[in-house]
């Protein structure tokens, strides 16, 4: 991958040190696809701009610092990334690790030192891409599937949904993300229960006994779509559970799944 192909999200919450970033990386000729100054917002311009690497500060306020944004981004979209920080150790480095970052850059840094640690990351990747058949989940096929997919974090809040599950429940991506499952779906077991577990418990269930459910997703303009949920544990190279990937199959009331249209990708 060339630099003049390659798109970097920029993410710190310093705009001065956001400034120097774009003009050390222009100069250097790739592009600036986007800036964000928290991890929240590093997540959903990943969502939207689709970038090939992400520069992210460490340092980052708020309840999804740097590492756990770095974490979520490459787990669940597969875009490497590559750490900036005036830490130069303790619990930084140790929680860092975890998020398995493919550079790390002390500020103050060179342009050069820039330059050489994207490279070398954009190559890393590419090798273990190659390597062990990582594909990275290109947003463009999941804006184009006829099903329902949802990513989780560990404590149930919204990373990301696609279009389908915007039609299912009326609800945009900007509107649920980083709410809690329990404020996005609601649901009706598909058929009478004396008891109705909360969604949350009920995803948990799927991951412990490997069931699916076939559960009414109820919409915020009262409409009840039968859909077949399936749930997946996201865990990352070292086994470490990062996540919930939720699947919704919307079905007739037959209980068959609904013809699939033809899907055309970009």
Known sequence: MTGDKT???????????????????????????GTARSGEE?????????PDLVLMDIGLDGECDGI????????????PVIFSTGHSGGDFIQRAKHAQPFGYLT???????????????LNS?????????????????????????????????????????????????????????????DYEPSVSRARIPPLWDLIRESIAIGTSHDILVCSSGGRKRPVHLTVKARRNSRGVHVGYILRMEERIRTGYPIA???VTHE
């Open 125 to 185: 990747f590419e090798m273990l891409s190659d390597r062990i058949g990582l594909k990275k989940r290109r947003l463009r096929e999941l804006l184009h599937l006829d099903e329902g997919i949802i990513f989780l974090d560990t404590n149930g809040r919204c990373l990301f949904i696609n279009p389908y599950t915007e039609h299912l429940i009326h609800l945009s991506h900007r509107e649920v993300f980083y709410r809690h499952i329990h404020d996005v779906l």
């Open 42 to 50: 590093a997540i959903m311009q990943v969502v939207e701009k689709h």
């Open 107 to 121: 500020k103050p840094f060179s342009d050069c030192e820039l330059y050489s640690t994207i490279e070398i990351a």
């Open 260 to 262: 699939k249209k033809a």
């Open 7 to 33: 798109n970097i999200l920029v993410v710190e919450d310093d705009p001065l040190i956001t400034e120097v970033l774009s003009i050390m990386l222009v100069k250097h000729g790739y592009s600036i696809c």
């Open 68 to 79: 756990a944004a770095a974490m979520y981004i490459f787990q669940f979209f597969s875009i």
